[in-house]
C-alpha cells in the first residue's frame, strides 16, 4: 500500500510540475529559428497574463522579437589550464539561443530556446531581464560573441581578447565596462576549478557548494525532486499526528 502511495504521489509531483509550463513550451521543433517563429509570442503571452510586472512588461499583447543570438560561456578547459591556450579554446557553444522580447517597440525583457536533442529544440527560459534586452538592443553591428556567465549573472560581448560588459550587474562583477580575456581568467578561474574530494570534516560540518549553473533545465529538475517527495512528507507527518 505505502509502495502505491510513494509511486502516485511521485506521478502526481510530475504532473504537476509539467501541468505548470505551457503545452507548446514544451513542443520542439527542428531549428532554433523555427521554435522562435512558433512559440516564442504564445510562451511570452501565457506568462504575462497574470504578473507582467515580473517581467518588466504590461498585459499589453504588441509584442515582437529581435534576431537569435548564440550563446557562448566560458570553457572549463581554457579557465583552469595553467598553460596559454588559444582564443579560440576560451568559449564553448551552449547550446542556447536568446532573442529581445518587444513590447509596443520598447525591448523589455529575452527569451530563448536551446538544443534538447539532436535536431530538436526546445523553450530554455524567459526572463533574462530589460538591461540584457536594452543592452542588446542597442547592439545595432554586433562584433562579437555573446558570452554567459551563469553563475554571476554576467554578460558580455566578447571580441578577440576584449570582454565588454553588457548589463550593470555585469560591470559590477569586472569592476568596469571592459576586461581582458586573461584578467578574467584570473578573476573567475576559481569558479571552474573541478571540486574537490570532500574531507571527514566536509562531510560532517558545513556542506560545500556546488559550481552547477541555476540553468532553467535544472531549476526545473528540481523543482521535479521536490514535488514528488510530498508523499514522503505526508507520510512521517501522518505517522506524527496518529503516532
Known amino acids: 500500500m505505502k509502495q502505491r502511495l510513494f509511486r502516485l504521489g511521485g506521478i502526481l509531483g510530475l504532473s504537476i510540475a509539467l501541468m505548470t509550463t505551457p503545452a507548446h513550451a514544451a513542443e520542439t521543433e527542428k531549428t532554433p529559428e523555427a521554435y522562435a517563429d512558433q512559440h516564442f509570442e504564445d510562451i511570452v503571452l501565457d506568462h504575462i497574463q497574470e504578473n507582467p510586472?515580473?517581467?518588466?512588461?504590461?498585459?499589453?499583447?504588441?509584442?515582437?522579437?529581435?534576431?537569435?543570438?548564440?550563446?557562448?560561456?566560458?570553457?572549463?578547459?581554457?579557465?583552469?589550464?595553467?598553460?596559454?591556450?588559444?582564443?579560440?579554446?576560451?568559449?564553448?557553444?551552449?547550446?542556447?539561443?536568446?532573442?529581445?522580447?518587444?513590447?509596443?517597440?520598447?525591448?523589455?525583457?529575452?527569451?530563448?530556446?536551446?538544443?534538447?536533442?539532436?535536431?530538436?529544440?526546445?523553450?530554455?527560459?524567459?526572463?533574462?531581464?530589460?538591461?540584457?534586452?536594452?543592452?542588446?538592443?542597442?547592439l545595432d553591428d554586433?562584433?562579437?560573441?555573446?558570452?554567459?556567465?551563469?553563475?554571476?549573472?554576467?554578460?558580455?560581448?566578447?571580441?578577440?581578447?576584449?570582454?565588454?560588459a553588457l548589463t550593470p550587474v555585469t560591470k559590477t562583477f569586472v569592476g568596469g565596462d571592459t576586461i581582458s580575456l586573461s584578467s578574467f581568467k584570473e578573476l573567475a578561474g576559481e569558479m571552474y576549478a573541478p571540486p574537490s574530494e570532500p574531507s571527514d570534516s566536509d562531510l560532517v560540518g558545513e556542506e560545500n557548494g556546488t559550481d552547477e549553473s541555476a540553468t532553467p533545465q535544472v531549476l526545473r529538475r528540481y523543482g521535479i525532486v521536490v514535488l514528488a517527495s510530498i508523499p514522503l512528507i505526508y507520510l512521517v507527518f501522518r505517522r506524527r499526528i496518529h503516532g
Open 142 to 164: 554586433q562584433k562579437g560573441d555573446i558570452v554567459h556567465e551563469a553563475q554571476k549573472s554576467a554578460w558580455f560581448e566578447v571580441n578577440g581578447e576584449m570582454m565588454t
Open 53 to 138: 510586472a515580473q517581467y518588466d512588461m504590461t498585459t499589453s499583447e504588441n509584442v515582437s522579437f529581435g534576431p537569435l543570438h548564440s550563446v557562448m560561456i566560458p570553457s572549463q578547459m581554457y579557465m583552469t589550464s595553467e598553460e596559454t591556450l588559444p582564443l579560440g579554446e576560451a568559449f564553448e557553444f551552449s547550446d542556447e539561443y536568446i532573442a529581445v522580447v518587444y513590447q509596443d517597440d520598447v525591448p523589455v525583457n529575452v527569451i530563448g530556446t536551446y538544443e534538447v536533442a539532436t535536431d530538436k529544440y526546445g523553450f530554455s527560459t524567459f526572463g533574462y531581464g530589460k538591461e540584457l534586452a536594452v543592452a542588446l538592443d542597442a
